[in-house]
């Protein structure tokens, strides 16, 4: 039994904010579109499993929509946390045991965790500075997008080196009117916020609130246009 979850309409998917040193101070999951499979299995299972970053993701073997990478999300129905079953078993073991047979186990594309996303704004970091220092010519603004075949990635850097980062649709327009708007509501509710300590992670309600009214105007639009 397949499950797939497809975007029916144009759609921004998440939002980062990166300080001038690199580090993450602000992220956000707008929509995260989930694949998953859901298979019964017969003793012994024919995926080989193992543990990797707090999780048990599947390390070869690839069918019916299962694929390498893929993680185990549930067992017989119930949610897996980390690399246990939710009454504590370690689920490498509970699959070795063909007692517990069979087996229906859901997987799907991990979700990526806090270390993650720090690593990769880190890195994304460090490559926007290779594209600048890359450039033939002088004053080069660095890395403003970055296009795959299901989402295009988009920069925007302030003078000061915030950066600006929005994961989303290739067919969304706008998006550099909706970087400019995020801007704005970083500078109206995060640096006029008298608690809040520049280059910082950001913990504002009122950021949170005007940033999420920003993404839903952009994706019922299609388009942050002029004036918005």
Do not use: W
Not at 188 to 216: G, H, T, V, W
Request: aromatic share 10%; proline share 4%.
């Amino acid at each position: 039994m397949t499950h797939s979850v497809s975007p029916a309409k144009m759609v921004i998917f998440s939002v980062y904010v990166v300080n001038k040193a690199g580090g993450l101070i602000y992220q956000y999951d707008n929509y995260v579109p989930r694949a998953e499979v859901e298979k019964t299995f017969s003793y012994p299972l024919d995926l080989v499993l193992k543990h990797h970053d707090e999780k048990v993701i599947v390390s070869f073997g690839q069918r019916d929509g299962i694929k390498v990478g893929h993680a185990l999300l549930s067992i017989n129905g119930v949610d897996v946390i980390g690399k246990n079953t939710a009454d504590g078993k370690d689920i490498l073991e509970y699959l070795k045991d063909s007692s517990n047979y069979p087996v229906s186990i859901r997987f799907g594309r991990a979700r990526l965790s806090s270390n993650e996303k720090l690593m990769l704004a880190s890195m994304f970091h460090s490559l926007f500075a290779i594209g600048s220092q890359l450039s033939p010519e002088a004053g080069s603004s660095g890395i403003e997008m970055l296009e795959t075949d299901v989402f295009k990635l988009h920069c925007f850097q302030t003078l000061t080196g915030i950066k600006f980062i929005v994961l989303a649709d290739p067919r969304q327009s706008g998006i550099d009117a909706l970087l400019r708007k995020i801007y704005e509501v970083y500078s109206d509710y995060a640096l006029k916020n008298p608690f809040y300590s520049l280059e910082m992670p950001i913990r504002c309600e009122l950021f949170d609130q005007n940033l999420k009214s920003a993404l839903e105007v952009a994706e019922k639009a299609g388009n942050f246009g002029a004036g918005s």
